[in-house]
Nanobody
């Protein structure tokens, strides 16, 4: 059984930064990802990372977000810089592709203009 717990969200002004954390209990998959869901929109994958450290980012966050993982701590991070109002969403972590059983509560990120 895998449980994923996200934390680190909050309210920040445009241009600010936040660091999200995702602590995993149970199996820590080869490919971990951060997803987000904005109001009225579908959930989307914004970044993923292989156990080797190889990463992928959706175009809208390239150069601003950095995904990292600590395999010893079963934790995945998302450093978010130069935040924009359009980054406002609930952020979730999950394996890639996602397992519907693993969705947690997520962490709310709100960016004010």
């Amino acid at each position: 059984q895998v449980q994923l717990v996200e934390s680190g969200g909050g309210l920040v002004q445009a241009g600010g930064s936040l660091r999200l954390s995702c602590a995993a209990s149970g199996s820590f998959n080869i490919i971990m990802g951060w997803y987000r869901q904005a109001p009225g929109k579908e959930r989307e994958l914004v970044a993923r990372i292989f156990s080797s450290g190889s990463t992928y980012y959706v175009d809208s966050v390239k150069g601003r977000f950095t995904i990292a993982r600590d395999n010893a701590k079963n934790t995945v991070y998302l450093q978010m810089n130069s935040l924009k109002p359009e980054d406002t969403a609930v952020y979730y972590c999950n394996i890639v592709p996602p397992n519907t059983l693993y969705w947690g509560q997520g962490t709310q990120v709100t960016v004010s203009s």
